[in-house]
């Protein structure tokens, strides 16, 4: 398999001020002195194309700095990105972000927000509307097409803010944390759309989550992070065959693999 | 009966009908009085008022004097809104526009109105066109502070997924921007259009205009008509409620989604 996401050798380091420093920052004073802050160290990896790669890890294992750095929104201090050969600035990238409020329009209908990733992507304004459709059909959305956006329930707005992701065309799909904010019911379901858009589209994905369940239900290989500065533990493979029917999180073998990660978890977090 | 006591215009009517009948009882009571605590020359009853009103507006066309002062505000105040909204969204997305007009807008703001009558009357000589030029800049600034603060309140996460969806700096602002701030602008015109109003009474009364509700309170006020005073004030606070009733149905008809 071709990789997707070459990530060599990738550090970052923030310049942030000390606790007292940055106490004298907010009362607006000038910081002093500022002492680096390694957020992540040394990643490295290959990301297969298609896959769907799951991300495990305590706070501080630099999650969101790594999304950042794919997203192009950050330059690694050190290393490099590379996305389907390309650079990062040159691909491109869906986000899902786990606050769909603020990171959606609010003001737009759902289609409407769908219509946002065919206007970035420069698809002519004739053909917008059917598109846009096609992908919250996708999504067992289209029926609330014509909603506003502020209508949704939290379910169906992320369903929307997947659609909208999909609709972009990513080379590479970046989900934090989507379903964190829903109900566990809500998020079962999600977890089923997800797949089978996915499974359809065979776009690579990456996907930070919280919960050993889900990261193991929805991967092809779990990646387990070190927090302080974040670097990669483990990266451990899933390989049930999909689809997956939603009763193997009960499973015995699904078990075994949910432990493997959490042992790998448990150590990474222990001093 | 039940529907009606549930009803939120029954309330609405409520208030204003207890006020009225207990300045009556009040107005009616002191002015029977042998000795009246306050002089009656200074009160007058709702009755009073109320045919103050009828002569009012029968005969001396205070109606067409009423348009006047709506007429100067409203101008006043569109002018305000098509130079404010302009300039406050760019200063709040070119921050070298900002740091340019900071310094203008906080200095202006401690200026009030009422100091800069010489001026605009200077520019503008005695008349309608000072009213409105003052009118202007009370509304323009808290149009501009407010405009600054909605762009300023975008939130960064629609910024940052427009990013990495690579909307070009035009579709970003057209797109994201624009309608976030629309809920501050929205504020900003409808505490401008009852600040107004205030400016365009309060202008009246000083700057020599003939006709004009502020003209006309001055004038009853120095001859001791206080029924015609209070008259001209009570249109004044029905117009100023007016406005701020449409003004509140064009922003729920315009930015429906605020508040959901």
Sequence with gaps: MPASIQITNVSKTYQVASDEQSIAQKLG??????????????????IPKG??????????????????????????????????????????????????????????????????????????ENERHDLALEYLKKVNMAHIANKPFYSLSGGQAQLVSIARAFAFQPDVLLMDEPFS??????????????????????????????????????????????????????????????????????????FEVRSKVLEEFRRGVKP | MKRLLNSRYFYAVVGPVAFVFLWGILASL????????????????????????????GEEGLFGESLQTLQRLIIGFAISAAIGIPL??????????????????????????????????????IGSPSIMAVVTYACLLI???????????????????????????????????????????FAGLRIAISYGMVIVIF????????????????????????????GAI???????YGLNKLALFAEKRVIHWEGK
């Design chain 1, 29 to 46: 004073l000038k910081p002093k002195d500022r002492k680096p802050f390694q957020a992540i160290s040394k990643i490295n990896i290959k």
């Design chain 1, 51 to 124: 896959s769907f790669t799951t991300i495990f890890g305590p706070n501080g294992s630099g999650k969101s700095t790594l999304f950042k750095i794919i997203s192009g929104l950050e330059d690694p201090s050190s290393g490099s990105v590379m996305i389907n050969n390309q650079s990062v600035s040159d691909a491109r990238i869906g986000f899902v972000f786990q606050n769909y409020r603020d990171s959606m329009l609010t003001w737009r209908s759902a289609i409407g927000n769908v219509k946002l990733a065919l206007e970035a992507r420069g698809v002519p």
């Design chain 1, 181 to 254: 904010a829903l109900d566990f019911q809500t998020s079962l379901g999600m977890m089923e759309a997800l797949l089978k858009l996915w499974q359809e589209e065979k776009i690579t994905t990456l996907f930070i989550s919280h919960d050993i369940d889900e990261a193991v239900y929805l991967a092809d290989q779990v990646m387990v992070l070190n927090p302080n500065p974040g670097s990669i533990r483990k990266v451990i493979p899933v390989d049930f065959k999909r689809p997956r029917p939603i009763s193997l999180i009960s499973d015995k073998k699904f």
């Design chain 2, 30 to 57: 002191n002015n029977s009085a042998s000795n009246p605590p306050v002089p009656k020359l200074f009160v007058a009853t709702p009755q009073e008022v109320g045919s103050a009103l009828w002569r009012l507006f």
């Design chain 2, 88 to 125: 406050g969204l760019a200063m709040g997305y070119f921050t070298k526009v900002y740091y340019s007009l900071e310094f203008f807008v906080d200095f202006l703001r401690s200026i009030p109105a009422a100091a800069i009558f010489p001026l605009f009357i200077l520019i503008f000589g």
């Design chain 2, 143 to 185: 149009i501009v502070v407010n405009t600054i603060y909605g762009v300023r309140n975008v939130k960064e996460l629609r910024l940052m997924s427009a990013r990495i969806m690579k909307l070009s700096k035009l579709d970003m602002f057209v797109k994201i921007i624009l309608p976030e701030s629309l809920s501050y602008i």
């Design chain 2, 203 to 230: 202008s009246e009364m000083f700057i020599g205009v003939d006709e004009g509700l502020g003209r006309r309170i001055i004038d009853a006020q120095t001859v001791y008509k206080i029924d015609e005073m209070y």
């Design chain 2, 234 to 240: 009570v249109v004044t606070g029905l117009i100023g």
